[in-house]
């Protein structure tokens, strides 16, 4: 049997290399180069929404325990990065893009480091699950990943399809 995957460390590890693209995608998008940009772009999705399917469908609820009803603002902040996604995106399919455009498409990358910075944070918390609850989330974190719904995707079927 595989060994379990330990969540506290895979959480920071998906926020490095999310980290990584949006650093890239701002700048790839600023300089013009759309090829790369969608490329990043496309990476970045396809990590992103297992990550954020994980955190909606067992991270948060989990941490109900320490958060109470906080939980529904990182909720709400999904919405928004979700909506900043999306927007990356349309700016990035056009066949080509003004430079105010690119500077659109960076700066929307750069909102969205604030929220992988943010999301970061979570991790002090999470330290304090007992071992069954770490278990549990790990099981979760590997569902989703192995399920590998793109974030967009998952947004506009699976998430919508929740609330
Ligand atoms: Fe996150």
């Not at 998906?14 to 890239?24: E, F, Q, W, Y």
Request: aromatic share 6%; glycine share 6%; with cysteine.
């Amino acid at each position: 049997m595989p060994t379990r995957l330990d969540p506290i460390v895979e959480f920071r590890e998906d926020h490095r290399k999310v980290r990584d693209g949006l650093l890239d995608l701002a700048a790839a998008a600023e300089a013009g180069d759309l090829v790369k940009a969608r490329d990043i772009l496309g990476t970045i999705n396809n990590l992103v929404g297992p990550h954020f399917r994980y955190e909606e469908e067992a991270l948060y609820p989990a941490l109900k325990e320490f958060l109470g009803d906080y939980v529904d603002s990182l909720i709400r902040e999904h919405d928004g990065a979700i909506d900043t996604a999306k927007t990356a995106a349309n700016l990035l399919a056009k066949p080509s893009v003004s430079p105010e455009e690119g500077k659109a498409a960076a700066n929307a990358a750069r909102a969205l480091l604030v929220h992988v910075s943010n999301c970061d944070g979570l991790n002090i918390l999470a330290e304090r699950f007992s071992k069954d609850k770490l278990d549990d989330l790990a099981e979760h974190y590997a569902g989703s990943r192995a399920a590998g719904v793109p974030l967009l995707q998952w947004a506009d079927t699976i998430r919508k399809g929740r609330s």
